[in-house]
């Protein structure tokens, strides 16, 4: 049964395997998407090869038909942050770089991860933009500790996306409108993670709590802009964005990486 601390989903040991099983079909997904994902591929394929690999294993995309999405991807092109809608008309190109969200329901169990995606051979700076961004999701993940407070991840992205940037000569945007969330028997639960701030605030973090930690930062400006289709959001300066996501269970062990790919 669930249990509740501070609005936050409590899960038992059982409820994080279930969770770890939904975790492998989008891991399996995003597997196949990056296999596609070349210069000539459609993001519109790129989405069938995502819903194929997810409805096999028994699973549900979990975007589609979230407030009306209309596919099984987000597919964020070059200065698309987040929530692009995958098209057959949108052609992937040498040199693009492509962030994938996806999402799979097992059993009730959500799993939510993203990738950036080097389209063929792209420039040294998206390089080390994509580069950077994971490993700012990385810093926050080693943060998802029982013990610890909300925003040590938030400190933990923010402080590595920094230093990444000193050591790439860079100044990347860190965008703070979208962040990263609770997840379980839902995709976007409380509570809500700021990818920066000071450390040491927001509630406590329990044995049995799942939190998806999905920095975003861009090679320019950290502000949005949402386009007419009332999902894609990109940068308001037109420079190009990266967006890794893991969702992590808290154990006894540690933090548990539940959309790895199966080692
Ligand atoms: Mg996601
Ligand atoms: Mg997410």
């Given amino acids: 049964m669930l249990r509740r601390g501070k609005g936050i989903e409590l899960k038992s040991r059982g409820e994080i395997e279930a969770m770890r099983a939904a975790g492998l079909v989008v891991a399996r997904a995003l597997a196949a998407v990056t296999e596609h994902a070349k ?15 997810i409805r096999d294993a028994g699973a549900v995309p979990s975007f589609k038909g979230y407030h009306g999405f209309p596919a099984s991807i987000c597919a964020s092109l070059n200065e698309k942050v987040v929530h692009g809608i995958p098209s057959r008309t949108e052609v992937l190109a040498e040199g693009d770089l492509l962030s994938v969200d996806c999402g799979a329901i097992l059993e009730g169990w959500h799993g939510d991860s993203a990738v950036t995606l080097a389209i063929g051979e792209v420039s040294a700076k998206d390089r080390a933009l994509s580069a950077a961004t994971e490993a700012s999701m990385w810093a926050g993940i080693e943060q ?9 991840i938030s400190h933990a992205v923010e402080t590595a996306a920094r230093s ?40 406590r973090l329990r044995v049995g709590m799942a939190i998806a930690v999905e920095p975003m930062l861009t090679l320019g400006s950290a502000e949005t802009e949402e386009l007419d289709d009332a999902w894609t959001v990109v940068t308001e300066d037109g420079s190009r964005a990266a967006h890794w996501e893991h969702t992590v269970a808290i154990t006894e062990d540690g933090p548990w990486v539940l959309t790895a790919a199966e080692d």
């Fill in 39 to 53: 210069p000539g591929a459609s993001t519109g394929e790129l989405d069938a090869v995502a819903e194929q690999v």
């Fill in 144 to 152: 998802v500790r029982a013990g610890n407070r909300l925003t040590d």
């Fill in 164 to 203: 990444a940037a000193q050591a790439d000569g860079a100044e990347y945007g860190i965008i703070a409108e979208y962040g990263g969330h609770g997840i379980g028997t839902q995709m976007h639960m409380e509570p809500f993670l700021p990818n920066l701030g000071k450390p040491g605030k927001g509630p």
